[in-house]
């Protein structure tokens, strides 16, 4: 049995959710391979030769190939999909959106979201906003996987010697072209690859609000801002903070949840976080059955008081 990842990559560095996905690959059994397809992507397929764990990385280059374009990526994965029993993405935007076309080309069930491998054909998912979670045995031939990264250690991106091979790209399908993207600019850590995630809820009251009181202490602990649906829904916070089951996914290290009552949408998102620090003034409030420290308090008060005691 051999696995293929697909890595998630800058053309010069490779993202964080692939080491995650080189993890859960490695406990499938067997070798790991990863594929880089990209554009002069030669320091992402030297970075990836590095990674802890991976045996072979297959680089296939061409300028169709830059920015991950779903049907040419899927072209190029196809084309080597026979070599391999598990074929791994990270799921997140770009591999949701690659992994259904392998896998309806294929002619096999997607498993989506895995977060444990129980064997080599079993897998666990998160379902009902992770209320329960499902076993889930696949007697496919090839099993078409998204890994839920926060499930799984990253691996050591340092300390492998694979090798590299060249794969011819496969030809451009034509059906999509990249025109540009509008990234927004911050000097704070990246949502789901934070340390530390501050965020806040609809009961801070306003835009205005919630930048006073949130952002001195995100300041103070080098954190990200992250924000309930709720709060997000009603303009106080943009749309790239949301946390939750239709938001961002995280684990950081440390979670501090700022009148969050915590709806079972947003639990889904970030009660795998190592430590969860709650502040809220209703003591029924569901964040506190996840949170390891509650504070009972009116956050308008508890939050400066916090961040003068930092």
Known sequence: MTALVIAEHDNATIKGATLNTVT???????EVHVLIAGHNAAGAAAAA???????????????????????????????????????????????????PRVAAQLDVGQISDITKVIAADTFERPIYAGNAIATVQSMDATKVITVRTTGFDPAAA??????????????????????GSEIAKSDRPELTAAKIIVSGGRALGSAEKFNEVMTPLADKL?????????????????????????????????????????????????????????????????????????????LFAAVPELIKAL
């Open 49 to 99: 030769a590095q990674i802890a764990g991976v045996s072979k990385v297959i680089h296939a280059d061409a300028e169709y190939l830059a920015h991950g374009l779903a049907e040419n990526m899927a072209a190029q994965v196809l084309a080597i999909a026979s070599n391999y029993s598990h074929i791994l993405f990270p799921a997140t935007a770009s591999g949701k959106n690659i992994a």
């Open 24 to 30: 859960a690959a490695a406990q499938c059994g067997g």
């Open 158 to 179: 340092t300390g492998g010697s694979a090798a590299v091979e060249t794969q011819a790209a496969q030809a451009d399908s034509g059906k999509s072209t990249f025109l």
């Open 222 to 298: 080098g954190a990200a801002l992250g924000a309930s649906r709720a709060a997000v829904d009603a303009g106080y916070a943009p749309n790239d903070w949301q946390v939750g089951q239709t938001g961002k996914i995280v684990a950081p290290q440390l979670y501090v949840a700022c009148g969050i009552s915590g709806a079972i949408q947003h639990l889904a998102g970030m009660k795998d976080s190592k430590v969860i620090v709650a502040i809220n003034k209703d003591p029924e409030a569901p964040i506190f059955s996840v949170a390891d420290y509650g504070l009972e308090a009116d």
